[in-house]
């Protein structure tokens, strides 16, 4: 009877590990960042853990540099990133691939300056700052050297996006590249001289994508595939339906209760997700697709031989191809239809 009980408990055990596994397996950690983003509201409201039946942990970060560090430390699976600290991450060897572009080059960040700078030129000799690794500090070393002002020329102060919005009420600083909600704060007594746009345009393209580790990619596809379908319904109700977005909306007050501020200024900031492209898109060369050829690979690798002109990291790979995937977009495409 003894041997049967112990046989029967074991047993009991055994299911209740496989159980417990099977459950573990369910489980992620997922990084966004500050800002106003469309996808947003899923957080806030629980509908991308009820849709999904996974259960998820979102943590908010400051930039894409600590979202990357946590990507590293094995805190985090999949993240929001800007297309600079994703190629410094890559080409140090990170295994991450890129499926969803959840932003494009556009007047949702910018270079926001004193008055008394009335031209990029002006920014010689002048102290300017930008959150660590981002892609506007990216763009930022960018416009300098476009201008042919050389680091000793100008100081670059690399610090978080709070620290900024604190140095620039101090009047520590000159000008700032910032996104929101730093970007609002900076543009009540600054001016914009540049947007992420027209630096683009100048030969510096930036762009923010959701990554997920090869392993969580590999060992969960269609989760993957999943959550890019829901975060592109967010992206493509915004895109149909602007009303249903605007600073009386229930998005806009489940984003500012996520996010914090007003409801109205988060649904000012949400016009930076004017761009995003369709799933087709995405999935195509112009985007994810392509191999070296597609658009994401390309911007890394340009975006990765500028960093390391600029000693922000060592070296560069010979293809980007390997950290981006447009697969997952393409199964989000079918669960669509």
């Known amino acids: 009877m003894r041997k049967l009980i112990s046989a029967l408990a074991g047993l009991a055990f055994a299911a209740f590990s496989v159980a417990a596994h ?4 369910k489980k992620v950690v997922i990084a966004y960042q500050t800002g106003a983003v469309p996808y947003f509201v899923g957080i806030a409201n629980g509908d991308f853990a009820k849709k999904t039946g996974w259960k998820i942990e979102f943590r908010r ?5 600590d979202i990357f560090a946590a990507i590293a430390s094995g805190d985090v699976q999949i993240g929001d990133v800007g297309s600079s600290p994703y190629a410094a991450a890559v080409s140090r060897g990170l295994d991450v691939k890129g499926f969803y572009i959840t932003s494009i080059a556009g007047d949702g960040e910018a270079l926001v300056v004193r008055p008394d700078i009335k031209t990029p030129a002006d920014l010689k000799g002048k102290k300017l700052a930008a959150a660590p690794v981002s892609t506007d500090h990216y763009q930022l070393l960018a416009v300098l050297k476009q201008e042919g002002i050389s680091p000793k020329d100008a100081q670059v102060i690399a610090i978080p996006q709070p620290e900024i919005v604190a140095a620039w009420k101090r009047g520590d600083i000159d000008g700032a590249f910032v996104w929101d909600p730093a970007l609002a704060e900076l543009k009540k007594n600054g001016k914009v001289l540049l947007t992420a746009g027209q630096v683009a345009e100048r030969g510096a393209p930036t762009f923010g994508a959701l990554v997920a580790t090869g392993e969580f990619a590999k060992a969960h596809p269609e989760f993957v595939a999943q959550y890019a379908h829901l975060v592109d319904g967010y992206f493509t ?8 977005w605007g600073p009386d909306s229930e998005n806009a007050r489940l984003i500012a209760r996520l996010q914090g501020g007003t409801p109205a200024e988060n649904a000012d900031q949400l016009k930076a997700a004017d761009g995003v492209p369709s799933l087709d898109e995405q999935a195509s060369d112009k985007w994810l697709g392509g191999g070296d050829k597609g658009g994401v690979a ?3 690798k340009d975006t990765a031989a500028f960093l390391k002109d600029q000693k922000k990291i060592t070296a560069i790979k010979d293809s980007y191809a390997a950290f981006v995937d447009p697969q997952y977009a ?3 495409k079918t669960l669509s239809n």
């Open 330 to 332: 393409q199964s989000a």
């Open 237 to 244: 109700s915004y895109a149909n339906d602007k009303a249903a």
């Open 61 to 65: 970060f400051d930039s894409g540099a």
């Open 298 to 300: 390309k911007i890394l």
């Open 22 to 25: 099977a459950a573990d397996d």
